[in-house]
């Protein structure tokens, strides 16, 4: 088969125009600071930056927990169920534009709980615009409930059957500081949420060793891996993720942003790849990280030297890691094809 592009300005037109599917993307990590800004002065929540540029000054990283304090400090602005409308809306019409069929989104509900607003108002925030997207733009979604891990983790449960009872919650992740936060803390929540048929996924091996991925599979069930870069640290880990074709949602800009990789030119996706993992490209916080999807993709398949071939095969792979029907799956899997099909037949 003939390849397809291999200059940076030919990836880039291939990829922006690619159809593609987000798989971790936390809807709080996609407030931008002219929302954030606008957002505290109707709220009159008061935050350390009065300007967006000032906002965008603190957007500097040292770690996982050093991002979660200006990422909360964000989260705060969000009172009203207008707020998370107009937030996940405006995601929405980045997907438009960005060429995403299908997306799965994290909310931390326990942030804004913590905040005094109320379940019913931060998730009919989110599932209205969710609708709205779909209805008016044909992008199929799913939403997933993240339990904070560095919390206590006995009230999680009554909280997830809170938020089911309200409807549209497809499935449980686990995110925030996982340094001293094993898996295995949230072996409840995840064995009820397995009893509710929810999808389970986790954030694991972005910090955090290898043992927190083997307990993620192990002792959580999930399905997929969040992060998951730090596997390669154990050839048996791989043998494992590799048979079960477990997939791992990458995050390139995040993981540069947070100091897991010094560069994107040393950022591990092309070995995993190699490896045979089930690696797909995404987003994570992009108000925060510098970039949507497209960029996350184009940026670091040109700094790896990878190819529009590996653009569509990664995102191959993020259609068989999604969340949605089998119809939805062979729909969006033909239109990689076609896709891939009128570009060859362009050169
Ligand atoms: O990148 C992340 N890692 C863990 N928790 C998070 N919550 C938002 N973003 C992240
Ligand atoms: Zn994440």
């Known amino acids: 088969m003939e390849t397809i592009t291999n200059t940076k300005g030919m990836l880039a037109d291939f990829v922006e125009e690619l159809p593609k599917v987000e798989l971790h993307l936390h809807i709080e990590g996609t407030l931008e600071p002219e929302l954030l800004i606008a957002l505290a002065q109707r709220n009159g929540v008061d935050i350390p930056y009065k300007t967006i540029e000032a906002a965008r000054a603190a957007y500097q990283f040292e770690d996982l927990q050093s991002f979660l304090n200006v990422y909360y400090l964000g989260a705060s602005v969000l009172r009203e169920e207008r707020d998370f409308y107009e937030l996940t809306l405006a995601y929405m019409s980045r997907c438009k534009a960005q060429q995403i069929r299908h997306t799965e989104l994290f909310f931390d509900p326990q942030t804004h709980l913590a905040n005094g607003v109320a379940l019913a108002a931060v998730m009919g925030g989110i599932n209205a615009a969710l609708r709205d997207a779909e209805r008016d733009w044909h992008i199929s979604s799913a939403l997933i409930l993240c339990i904070e891990r560095d919390r206590d983790p006995q ?8 938020a089911c009872a309200l409807g549209g919650i497809a499935g449980i992740g686990l995110d925030s500081a996982e340094l001293g936060n094993p898996p295995e803390k949230f072996q ?38 969040d992060h998951g870069v730090r596997c390669l640290e154990d050839p048996a880990l791989v043998r494992r993720l590799v048979d079960d074709r477990i997939p791992l949602t990458v995050c390139p800009f995040s993981n540069v942003a947070l100091k897991v990789f010094s560069r994107l030119s040393e ?27 497209s960029e996350n993709i184009i940026e670091t398949l040109s700094d790896l030297d990878l190819t529009a071939e590996d653009a569509l095969l990664l995102e191959r792979n993020a259609v068989e890691a999604a969340f949605c029907t089998d119809q939805r799956k062979q ?17």
């Not at 089930?278 to 108000?287: C, N, Y």
């Not at 033909?334 to 362009?346: E, H, I, W």
């Open 331 to 347: 729909s969006l899997l033909r239109d990689l094809d076609q896709y891939g099909a009128s570009y060859r037949n362009l050169l």
């Open 155 to 162: 009230p999680a449960v009554a909280l997830l059957e809170r």
């Open 267 to 293: 950022h591990n996706l092309g070995r995993l790849l190699k490896a045979g993992l089930l690696a797909t490209i995404h987003s994570d916080d992009p108000a925060y990280f510098g970039g949507y999807l």
């Open 188 to 225: 409840e929540v995840f064995k009820v949420a397995k009893s509710m048929g929810l999808h389970r996924v986790a954030h694991a091996g972005e910090e955090g060793p290898p043992a927190y991925i083997w307990q993620a599979l192990d002792v959580l069930d999930v399905e997929r891996i």
